[in-house]
């Protein structure tokens, strides 16, 4: 018989192994068969049957097999990434490994999704190689995408509103988004519901900064450790763009005070003029 911890360590444990459902953006809407949420479903069912029986040994089927060569629809292969060309400032041609000079097999039209994981986020795209169809022991996809760096006062946040939306709308666009919010306290924050949506995108993180309030305890959890209090000054804006894949592209939103200072800040933090934007 287990103690009540051993219950809890043990129920823990089975939560971990638990499958996490795609996010919206995950799925590429071209009726792909199976779609990523039929393989989440197909996984979860197996999840818990093997959960009611106590029997780790049925998740076996989940764990992905990088020793085939043959694609199959309803399970994630392992390949090994041969090489990365960059082509322009942010497309790279990424070139994958196939074993034994196999052959893709990939009729016209038909794609691929990828799923591996961006700061230990697992995140699933769908991209149509670029290799030729008889390439042997490799494919090839082209991956685009940008950094962006928001930052808002206030009302200033605004005008993010719909540029944030757009890039979450497309599935084409893998710009990367950091969003700062500078707000006086936690309920001067607006929009909070659609912020929170858009942190759940695999290319969206988002921060806030709070001038008048200085204690994580007063703040619900999932805002502790994306919350800093004070003002936004220079240590954390190089923080910030320290923080970003690539050197970002900046825009900037809020009072003329708070405009003059991010735009020096930014300067500082190695960012070029034409790199920022100043609503």
Not at 68 to 81: D, G, M, V, W, Y
Not at 255 to 274: N, P
Request: glycine content about 6%; aromatic content about 10%; charged content about 25%.
């Amino acid at each position: 018989m287990m103690d009540e911890r051993e219950e809890e360590e043990e129920e823990e444990a089975w939560l971990q192994l638990r499958p996490v459902e795609p996010l919206p953006s995950q799925c590429c809407g071209s009726g792909c068969s199976p779609c990523v949420f039929d393989l989440y479903h197909r996984e979860l069912a197996r999840w818990e049957a093997a959960r009611a029986s106590k029997d780790r040994s049925l998740l076996s089927g989940e764990k992905s097999q990088s020793c085939l060569s043959k694609l199959n629809p309803e399970t994630f292969l392992a390949f090994r990434i041969s090489a990365v060309d960059r082509l322009t400032k942010d497309t790279y041609r990424v070139r994958f490994a196939l074993p034994r000079n196999s052959r893709l097999g990939l009729r016209p039209g038909q794609h691929l999704i990828l799923r591996g994981k961006v700061d230990d986020l697992e995140i699933q795209r769908a991209y149509t190689p670029i290799s030729p169809a008889n390439a042997e022991g490799y494919f090839e996809v082209l991956i685009k995408y940008g950094e962006l760096l928001m930052l808002a006062s206030g009302t200033g946040l605004a005008p993010m509103v719909p540029v944030l939306q757009s890039i979450t709308d497309n599935a084409e666009d893998e710009t990367f988004v950091t969003l700062v919010g500078c707000f006086k306290t936690f309920e001067g924050i607006y929009l909070k519901t659609f912020l929170q949506e858009q942190a759940r995108f695999w290319n969206v993180r988002t921060f806030f900064v709070l001038s008048q309030e200085n204690s994580p305890e007063q703040l619900p959890w999932s805002y502790r450790e994306k919350t800093r209090f004070g003002r936004l000054a220079q240590d954390l804006i190089e923080e910030l763009v320290g923080s970003c894949r690539r050197k970002p592209f900046a825009l900037v939103c809020g009072s003329a005070e708070f405009t003059k200072d991010m735009a020096r800040y930014l300067l500082c933090a190695g960012l070029a003029e034409d790199s920022c934007f100043l609503f």
